[in-house]
């Protein structure tokens, strides 16, 4: 909806927004289906995130389509806003620093809710880039795991043949149509493929080969092998690599997600949405094997007003809250009954979406 707000109604310009149909929040649909200008299209594809985002990337790869619609990314495909994210965690560091008597230096651990690994690997580049950290970037999940599987096993695989839980009953139910995507109160992290993540790897590849072009052809055998295959596993030397800079926590219950809620809330007063829960819920963990000096940010990635239905449940028991004066802004007020426009695609196929875009293109 940021981007759509930034860009509404702008000449020369059309932006298409796909989300998956039926497996977004309520609110966070009519944020974007209710911006109503002619150069505003957002498309409900009969599919998962993962689905959106393959269509996506197929469209960056027709180079004639390409050509002639002159695309842009507005999420972290691009890598603008990769590079913009850098800022805030400079800016932390300099916080945290200030707060210190006689401003002495300060050990930091990062710790990112993630789902599409964009967040957390800007953390990658800024500890290259020379940001003070003493401990690994934290890398948290929810049920939907993969990335925590990688750090754990080198297996960068779909699905966890290895577990005999049934999918779904972790957290939630397992999404329509067997994608293996397990449907949490954290939406914003039900992905199965992380797109950014095939950024990580190349720089695995190339400190591993110390070629570009060399490893550019193994992250393609590795993508490739994935895209068949649903699994692949990197060298030890590959994952030994990763363990250097990263480690990895899945809080995989609903349980824990509301408890956090509710004890933050209770401690301080503070409301927070199910993906900074996840967060908060890792970075705990992940404190028990830090040593005492090490100061923890954990990087809070959405607004709880998105996810009424898990902080109202959350916090049921409170008389101390109240949904409607504590946390909703008065821009979301009445969004519910406003007029929509959207375009609903019925599969997630290429073709349908490059026949939306051709139809209502400026």
């Not at 699905?159 to 994608?179: C, F, N, R, T, Y």
């Not at 809080?251 to 509710?262: C, D």
């Not at 109240?322 to 196929?349: A, H, N, T, Y």
């Amino acid at each position: 909806s940021a981007a759509i707000y930034g860009l509404h109604n702008k000449a020369n310009m059309s932006i298409f927004i796909l989300h998956s149909k039926g497996h977004v929040l309520p609110i966070q649909e009519v944020q974007m289906t209710t911006v109503t200008d002619a150069n505003v299209h957002n498309i409900a594809v009969k599919g998962m995130f993962d689905d959106c985002q393959d269509i996506v990337k197929a469209l960056f790869s027709d180079c004639a389509f390409n050509a002639t619609h002159c695309l842009g990314a507005v999420n972290s495909i691009n890598w603008a806003r990769i590079l913009a994210q850098t800022v805030y965690y400079f800016l932390a560091y300099f916080d945290v620093q200030q707060q210190q008597p006689q401003c002495a230096p300060v050990e930091l651990q990062f710790v990112v809710p993630t789902g599409n690994f964009g967040d957390i690997l800007v953390g990658y580049y800024v500890r290259h880039m020379g940001l003070p950290m003493h401990a690994k970037l934290g890398v948290a999940t929810n049920a939907n795991d993969i990335l925590t599987r990688f750090w754990r096993t080198g297996r960068y695989e779909k699905v966890d043949d290895s577990s005999d839980v049934p999918l779904g009953v972790v957290d939630g139910k397992q999404a329509e149509g067997g994608h293996g995507v397990k449907e949490t109160l954290s939406p914003a992290m039900d992905i199965l493929v992380s797109s950014n993540f095939e950024r990580l790897l190349w720089y695995l590849a190339y400190e591993n080969k110390g070629d570009r072009d060399r490893a550019c052809q193994v992250v393609d055998g590795w993508m490739g092998k994935m895209k068949a295959d649903g699994r692949v596993e990197v060298p030890v030397s590959v994952l030994e690599a990763a363990r250097q800079d990263f480690c990895a926590e899945t809080v995989g219950t609903t349980r824990y997600t509301l408890a956090t809620i509710k004890k933050h809330f209770a401690e301080d007063g503070y409301i927070v949405d199910p993906h900074t829960a996840v967060g908060l819920t890792a970075a705990e963990r992940m404190a028990a094997h830090n040593p005492e000096t090490i100061t923890q940010i954990i990087l809070s990635t959405a607004h709880p007003a998105k996810f009424s239905e898990a902080v109202s449940l959350a916090l049921r028991d409170s008389t101390a809250f109240d949904f409607e004066s504590d946390v909703m802004p008065e821009e979301f007020k009445g969004l519910l009954q406003k007029e929509r426009r959207v375009i609903d695609v019925e599969g997630p196929e290429v073709e349908l979406v490059k026949e939306v875009i051709e139809r209502f293109v400026v």
